[in-house]
């Protein structure tokens, strides 16, 4: 198979970018995504040309690390798939295909198609922990816990991390993950404890960072590649509204 | 040097307690006077970070990826060892420490593998207070399920990502610490070198992947928590930016590096479809519970569609030949006979580098809804790459690389040969002896980090008593002068071929020569071309960009040099190995039934290497394994 790609192409953060044009020649339908990326950067290597710069590492879905916008939809827009698990057999001969970084405020550009998701982790630093340290702690069969909780806790869990939420958003909002990520702490027994300070410290550490406000379009449930469900926002705008009306300490 | 191995006195049960009563102690307010820098965020980097800060010691961290909750224990799907007998199945501490000796054909050392047993249950503990959200039944309590190479239900899990689970358990516990300015955190930055000052290890010189500034970090212990090197081969199941890098320059300061030669394979991955590929998949084992694996009986059939071959006419090989295992025979075992019955020339699918692993009859007796609720994803997973559904007909699977039991040299204490260095997880050797046996990584890692470095580190600075480095000692200086002259080194060759290119062909010839099995003629050939291979690595490698950006080609470059030497003393360690034991099969040494041949009086023990310098010979310190409560017997699992 035969594809024309183009490539947003940015030195640094603090230069300006644009796209670049360069033909994908002899691809199979068994290769993924980022495997016919190798090949052209292959290519560029061979004619002493810079490669273009793209964060992959698991390359099976799981690490969250790859993060390209593909034809205008971040992961590419095949149902419950990161980009690491896109195959070229479901694009046509001869398409051209676009390929840009995340693009967010939140997430600025460190080169090429690799942006800088740190607000993420400050996020998960405001709050997102049970606050138990090393040892000490109960036999882990000592708390039941309903199977039907245990299993909407994993369902939010299930969340990589990887920002594709923020991407598609209009608003660059980052509700999604902040819901997945209060959600599976938030309903069970342990994470119970500090459910209103973790909610309202990670909500105002989401806002520090700049990402932008949910108008519920949905586009975020769409394309996230676990399928998180947008019903987690809902839940977490309840667990935040409970904790502001109990006037609970941060 | 004689290796001493630290490992306490007395009965094995009472070892583990005993020795945290004679530890030496640093009084709390004392802690946060010592420094340390952990490399490596996965299961056992993360957990040893978050731990060591909660006790108040001053903690750097230090990961490649661009978040610590992005490393490589992230892919674990199938689940964690812990001998908590929930299940009422017999399941104790000796089992679980048995199992895994048996499992690493008795080539780990005794008290290691009880004290991991041992603090496997508080494992558990420690994750479900931190909100793993582990598979449970309807009565609340925690699941369990079996795996490779055991015959009880110990097997924790959290749908088919128990390491994504436990990893974000233990981030989280980490970006707490990182929260309260306990630990600071280094993304994106890259170990290149450990600085060593009066003979112990007191820092590290790393590079800044973003603006590629060459820094050093001073520090009065150093913990390597990098993971294994499974990548030398190319293809493997890690993901692409794993390395040995940071083991590889330890070892070159003075660390020894045990047992290179125990690779394991991964029975359950996805086959190779062609030379373009970039990385393998594993299905987790754990699918070895519910499905069967088969290939024809006769030649003939292998071209026909699977549902058209009759029962009669199948070969359910593991059943046949193991049957009290079954398909769940360990890794090393189920791997070479799926290799045996392809080189017969009864594999399936393109190239004949498959074996089914059919779910038909699970779903008649359990019903497709719990089959989808177990390994749901792994279907899906299957599906994406291949694009067909396991539902319908039997997935292929063939061996791959996994995992590396190999890796520096470490004492009870986690300590290596370099005093001040820990080496924790996959990095070291510890554990596992020549075959890990499934869901006991995620064990080990977590055993390593929240459990043992934390009282074994403190005992090094009480006893150790050294001054504090200054970032002014020369060492630094030196060290990042070496490290930035070996980049502008990489950079000014400029010649033809891809640093992939050479990566390939390292690993193809490692495959070949020094894989699932291996011989003295093709150990030697291997040792002849690696050198070849490098030379002309150094010369003719094209390396693009500079070094002070952002330039993914040569942090390769830097990896696949490495490789490039590593390789050396791994087929080193094959050759000098004769005999078979686990991961490691030697053709000439089996039995006439095709089993692996140990040979205890000659081998049975620990193989050590000590760096002399470029181009000369490593020397081979020996640990002898004494085994004080458990008889070496020949692994049998039929
Ligand atoms: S590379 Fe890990 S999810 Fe894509």
Redesign the interface.
């Known amino acids: 198979m035969n594809f024309t790609l183009k490539v947003w192409r940015q030195k640094n953060s603090s230069s300006p970018g644009g796209f670049e044009t360069y033909e994908a020649r002899n691809i199979l339908p068994d290769m993924s995504f980022l495997e016919m990326l190798d090949v052209v950067n292959e290519g560029l290597l061979a004619s002493g040309q810079d490669p273009i710069a793209f964060d992959s590492d698991c390359r099976e879905g799981i690490c969250g690390m790859c993060s390209l916008v593909i034809g205008g939809i971040p992961h590419g827009g095949q149902r419950g798939t990161t980009t690491c698990e896109l195959y070229m057999r479901h694009f046509q001969e001869g398409q051209t295909i676009t390929v840009e970084p995340w693009r967010a405020k939140a997430f600025p550009v460190v080169k090429d198609l690799i942006t800088d998701r740190g607000a993420f982790d400050r996020i998960i630093q405001a709050g997102g922990f049970v606050s138990v340290n090393t040892g000490g702690t109960p036999d882990g069969n000592a708390i039941p816990i309903a199977k039907t909780t245990a299993d909407s806790s994993m369902d939010a869990a299930a969340c990589i991390g990887c920002g594709a939420c923020v991407a598609v958003c209009k608003n660059a909002s980052a509700m999604l993950f902040v819901a997945a990520k209060v959600s599976h702490l938030n309903l069970l027994p342990q994470g119970k404890i500090e459910k209103d300070r973790r909610v309202l410290n990670m909500v105002k550490q989401m806002d520090a960072e700049g990402f932008g406000n949910c108008t519920v379009t949905a586009s975020c449930e769409a394309v996230c590649p676990k399928e998180i469900s947008l019903s987690f926002i809902a839940k977490m705008n309840r667990d935040y509204g409970a904790a502001i009306l109990k006037g609970s300490e941060r | 040097m004689t290796l001493d191995s630290k490992t306490p006195s007395g009965p094995l049960a009472q070892k583990w307690e005993k020795h945290k009563f004679d530890l030496k102690l640093v009084n709390p307010a004392n802690k946060r006077k010592f420094d340390v820098i952990v490399v490596g965020s996965g299961l056992a980097g993360a957990?040893a970070a978050?731990?060591m800060a909660?006790l108040g010691y001053k903690v750097k961290c230090f990961c490649f990826?661009?978040?610590?909750?992005?490393a490589?224990s992230?892919?674990a799907q199938g689940g964690i060892n812990a001998a908590?007998n929930?299940q009422n199945d017999g399941d104790s501490i000796y089992r679980l420490f048995y199992d895994t000796i048996k499992g690493g054909d008795f080539r780990s050392r005794e008290a290691n593998v009880y004290r991991l047993a041992e603090v496997s249950v508080?494992i558990?503990?420690?994750?479900?207070?931190?909100?793993v959200?582990?598979?449970?039944?309807?009565?609340?309590?925690?699941a369990n399920r079996s795996f490779g190479g055991a015959q009880v239900s110990r097997t924790f899990y959290?749908?088919g990502?128990t390491?994504?689970?436990l990893l974000?358990g233990a981030?989280?516990?980490l970006?707490?610490q990182?929260?309260l300015g306990a630990v600071q955190?280094y993304?994106r930055t890259e170990m290149l070198d450990v600085v060593v000052i009066d003979g112990h290890a007191k820092g590290i010189v790393v590079r800044n992947l973003?603006t590629g500034v060459i820094s050093s970090h001073p520090a009065d212990a150093v913990v390597l928590a990098t993971g294994g090197y499974s990548n030398v081969f190319f293809l493997s199941t890690n993901?692409?930016?794993c390395n040995a890098s940071a083991i590889w320059r330890a070892y070159k300061r003075g660390a020894f590096f045990a047992n290179p030669c125990y690779t394991q394979i991964h029975p359950t991955c996805i086959p190779v479809?062609?030379d373009?590929?970039?990385?393998l998949?594993?299905m987790s084992e754990s699918l070895r519970n519910d499905g069967r694996v088969w290939v024809p009986k006769k030649k003939e059939d292998c071209g026909k569609p699977a549902g058209s071959i009759a029962d009669a006419d199948r070969d359910y090989f593991l059943e046949r030949k193991y049957p009290s295992f079954g398909n769940l025979a360990p890794r090393d075992i189920s791997s070479r006979a799926a290799k045996e019955v392809c080189d017969e020339g009864r594999g399936v699918g393109p190239g004949g580098r498959g074996v089914y692993l059919d779910f038909a009859d699970a779903c008649k007796r359990l019903g497709e809804p719990v089959i989808r609720d177990r390994y749901g994803n792994l279907f899906?997973?299957y599906e994406?790459?291949t694009?067909e559904n396991a539902y319908r007909g039997p997935m292929r699977i063939y061996p791959a690389l996994h995992y590396t039991m190999g890796g520096l040299w470490v004492d009870y204490d986690l300590m290596g040969t370099l005093p001040g260095l820990f080496v924790l997880g996959e990095a070291n050797f510890s554990d596992h002896g020549a075959n890990r046996l499934g869901a006991s990584a995620l064990m080990q890692g977590l055993a390593d980090g929240?459990?043992v470095l934390?009282y074994t580190i403190g005992n090094y600075f009480a006893s150790a008593k050294m001054a504090k480095p200054s970032s002014s000692n020369p060492e630094f200086k030196k060290a990042e002068a070496e490290v930035a002259a070996f980049e502008t080194k990489l950079l000014a060759i400029?010649g033809?071929r891809?640093?992939?290119?050479f990566h390939r062909e390292l690993g193809r010839l490692l495959w070949e020569k020094c894989g699932m099995a291996r011989n003295e003629a093709g150990l030697k050939e291997a040792l002849k071309r690696i050198p070849e291979l490098r030379d002309e690595f150094w010369k003719n490698v094209?390396v693009?960009?500079e070094n002070g950006?952002?330039n993914?080609?040569l942090e390769y470059a830097g990896r696949v040099a490495d490789f490039m030497e590593f390789a050396e003393l791994l087929c080193q360690d094959a050759l000098h190995r004769r005999e078979s034991c686990g991961g490691h099969f030697r053709e000439e040494f089996q039995t006439p039934d095709g089993e692996a041949k140990r040979d205890d009086e000659n081998f049975a023990y620990v193989a050590a290497w000590e760096y002399q310098g470029e181009g000369k010979a490593p020397v081979l310190h020996k640990e002898p394994l004494v085994y004080e409560e458990v008889h070496m017997s020949t692994r049998s699992y039929k």
């Open positions: 957990s978050a731990s909660e990826q661009d978040s610590p909750r992005r490589h992230i892919a908590k929930y508080n558990i503990d420690q994750c479900v207070a931190q909100g959200p582990f598979a449970r039944e309807y009565g609340g309590l925690l959290a749908r990502q390491g994504q689970q974000l981030y989280q516990a970006c707490r990182i929260g955190m993304p973003v993901a692409k930016g479809t062609g373009h590929q970039s990385k998949t594993l899906d997973m994406k790459i694009g929240y459990f934390p400029k033809k891809t640093v992939t290119s094209s693009t960009g950006e952002l993914q080609a």
